[in-house]
C-alpha cells in the first residue's frame, strides 16, 4: 500500500461543540499523520465550489449553509492507504450506519451536520487538497 495523502475537513458541528482535539486524536491513534491544517471560515460560495459535485441533490442548498454557518478545520493527512483509512476512522455518511469506535457514530448529529469530510479517490483528494492549500503549506 502506497503513502497517501487525503483532504479531511471537521465541520461546523464539530467546531462548534470543540471537538476539533478529539476527533484528530483519532486521526493520529489511525496513524494517519495531519501535514498541514488550518481553520478557516467558508463563504457560502466557497462551500458551493467544494461541494460542486452534489449540486443537483436536494440537500445541497442546506449543505452549503451549513458548511458556511461556522469555522471548519482543513486539514492534509497522510499515511498508507489514507483515502481508505481516513474513511475507515470517520464511519458511514448516516451516524445511525456508522461502526461502533468511529467519529461519526461518536460525533456526528445527524446525516447532514456529520462532523468530518474526507476525500473518496485520488483524484478527488488531489483536487480538494489543491482547493485549500499551496504546495509551500505542505509541511509533511
Ligand atoms: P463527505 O463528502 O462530506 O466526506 P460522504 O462522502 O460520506 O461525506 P456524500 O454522499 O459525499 O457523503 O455527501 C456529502 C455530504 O452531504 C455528507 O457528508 C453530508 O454532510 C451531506 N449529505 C449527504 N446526504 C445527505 C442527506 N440525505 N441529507 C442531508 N445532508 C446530506
Ligand atoms: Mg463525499
Known sequence: ?????????IKPDATNRNLTGKINAK??????????????????????????VHAERPFYDE????????PVVVQVLE????IAKNREVMGATNPADAAPG????????????????GSDAPETA??????????LELVG
Open 1 to 9: 500500500m502506497a503513502i497517501e495523502r487525503t483532504l479531511s475537513i
Open 27 to 52: 486521526f493520529e491513534e489511525a496513524g494517519l499523520r495531519i501535514v498541514a491544517q488550518k481553520r478557516i471560515h467558508l463563504t457560502k460560495a466557497q462551500a458551493g465550489k467544494f461541494y460542486e
Open 63 to 70: 449543505l452549503c449553509d451549513f458548511m458556511a454557518s461556522a
Open 79 to 82: 499515511g498508507e492507504g489514507a
Open 102 to 117: 468511529t467519529i461519526r457514530a461518536e460525533f456526528a448529529q445527524s446525516v447532514g451536520e456529520n462532523s468530518v469530510h
Open 126 to 135: 488531489a483536487a480538494e487538497i489543491a482547493y485549500f492549500f499551496s504546495g
